[in-house]
């Protein structure tokens, strides 16, 4: 069954159970650990350059292929939205992921396979910037969104770009914030 609208509470639920299984209780979250207790194989290859990842799944393990010519942040976040996809979505076989699409967020759209990028990028954000370590960790620093450089070491702690903990944060704290 097709979701018609992102299901962020049952991510949530999701991404807690995956965190507390693994014992994972500060960044940066091993999601290559994480991938292998889902049974995932995680492959690193040369795609086209659109071509950010892949989820092939078949009657054994299913696969996770990785574009190399991404940065080492951007190949943590493929490798949290393909198990989204593996988690949330029952799928065709293969499924191809472009880096126009990884970059959805559209909230608004309700295309079936939007709704699907859209719920892979929420699971793949709580993964990687699980709320209650930011919670903890934002406790101590004044955030300002407008400063890249306040954002860059909680980027490099997490293991994420600095875009991804912009609208991480933003996402979580944002309107609060402007209240
Ligand atoms: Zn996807």
Do not use: C, W
């Not at 014992?23 to 207790?37: C, F, L, N, Y």
């Not at 300002?144 to 306040?150: A, N, T």
């Amino acid at each position: 069954m097709t979701p018609t609208r992102p299901r962020y509470a049952r991510i949530r639920q999701l991404v807690d159970e995956l965190l507390t299984a693994s014992g994972t209780r500060s960044a940066p979250v091993p999601v290559e650990k994480i991938a292998a207790r889902m049974g995932a194989e995680i492959v690193f290859r040369d795609f086209d350059e659109n071509v950010s990842g892949v989820l092939v799944r078949s009657d054994t393990a299913p696969v996770i292929g990785v574009a190399t010519n991404q940065s080492v942040e951007r190949q943590r976040f493929t490798i949290a939205h393909e198990l989204g996809h593996l988690a949330l979505h029952e799928g065709r076989e293969v499924h191809v992921d472009k880096l126009f699409r990884i970059n959805l967020r559209s909230p608004s759209s309700s295309r079936a396979e939007d709704v699907q990028e859209i719920e892979a990028n929420a699971f793949a954000a709580s993964l990687l910037m699980p709320q209650l370590f930011l919670h903890r960790d934002i406790a101590s620093i004044e955030l300002d969104f407008e400063d890249p450089s306040r954002i860059l070491p909680l980027a490099q702690k997490y293991g994420v770009s600095v875009q991804a903990m912009t609208f991480r944060l933003l996402n979580l704290f944002g309107s609060s914030e402007r209240a």
